[in-house]
């Protein structure tokens, strides 16, 4: 990108939605202050594919108790035994004392003064409150359906912050394996990837730590304390998602895998379905039963949504060839290709192929299938949570306002964002302080989006904006499952 140090608007917007959003769904993160655009234009190849645009120059501000990320640390580093790159402060131990003693003194100030007489132990105490920051950051994550883009250690905050929103996706369709990143061309950081990734991180960080916290002290606390900081947090979230307030119980982990897996199978919407089990209830009679399933139901993929996700992405020649070379010659196939992308190119045909003979008919009875055989083990639990409850409408009614308040209405999909940015570039600002409102309100129940495109025209949107926001109004609603073409936005 010839590193001229210039944002443009379209990632600026995004940047700006987004860590608002995650603010008001009540996970850490820095902080959007302001978004200011100019005139002044730069050239930016958008997908890497040789067709570059001019965009608008902007800067976005960001604001945080501090900035200091994992990869900080790495300033530091030896020279690598096989490139033999190092970090430019390499042997400025003096340098990193000041950092990790900053670090902690400033915004660990409750370790400070425990353990002032021993470094040692201040700075592990340090560490292993750093491990279980990042371990709750990505429960909460995961439980929103919140995919980062590039979990690398320079976008690791070292106080468990949310930071760097570059190519970050909401899921739509739940898909344990999604990739919101176009060039992550390995799922490196793919949704089921992100808990994985963000312990290697804190990995990284323990070495960039040594000699002032030894290696087998912090390896140790990784151990011992991430993933059971995140399957507990992750946990206790998803209980809550579900309506599980009474009682912790053992089976409550398989239910909720099996929920994925039932979302998995039906090409659920990993928002809009959560939020629709808030008016399941223990004694629905069976004709309104009938009628939850057929809500149920519709926020899945569609023959014609699938067709395009499983769409075969080589031409068959190509792929042809590859097999053949990953025969013929391994070593080379090795320069141009994996397994696992032949083996996923694969399954999708296959994919492709079954969908041509499915009808929405057969679809539709085998997702309400799926789901009948989960909602009966819900309802199960749902009565166990009852029996050991004095006053089960009472209970209802927390239970409801409990999921409520953990199942967002409202996230930043793609298209959302999209369509406030392609307005954005057309000189109307209208649109994103449409989606800022409504961001800002993620689990209100029911506000209609029109009031909230009124309110954003009130607080200074001229009659132009007004015009086009009237235009807007007739778009798909902001909770309603993406439209068919929103599977086809590329963020890089």
Known sequence: RQADGRKVLRSSIREFLCSEAMFHLGIPTTRAGTCVTSDSRVVRDIFYDGNPKNERCTVVLRI???FIRFGSFEIFKPPDEY???KGPSVNRNDIRIQMLDYVISTFYPEIQEAYSDNTVQRNAAFFKEITKRTARLVAEWQCVGFCHGVLNTDNMSIVGLTIDYGPFGFMDRYDPEHICNGSDNTGRYAYNKQPEICKWNLGKLAEALVPELPLEISQLILEEEYDAEFEKHYLQKMRKKLGLIQLELEED???VSELLETMHLTAGDFTNIFYLLSSFSVDIDPSKFEDFLEELTSQCASVEELKVVFKPQMDPRQLSMMLM???????LFALIGTKANINKELERIEQFSKLQQLTADDLLSRNKRHWKEWLEKYRVRLQKEIESVGNADAWNTERVKVMNSNNPKYILRNYIAQNAIEAAENG???EVRNVLKLLEHPFQEAEDSQEVKEDAEEE????????CSQETSSRQSYCSKPPLWASELCVT
């Open 253 to 255: 982990s398989k239910l």
């Open 325 to 331: 070379l990953a025969q013929s010659n391994p070593q």
């Open 428 to 430: 109307d600002f209208s």
């Open 83 to 85: 490139t033999g790159r």
């Open 64 to 66: 945080a108790s501090t």
């Open 460 to 467: 200074g949107a001229t009659a132009t904006a007004a015009v």
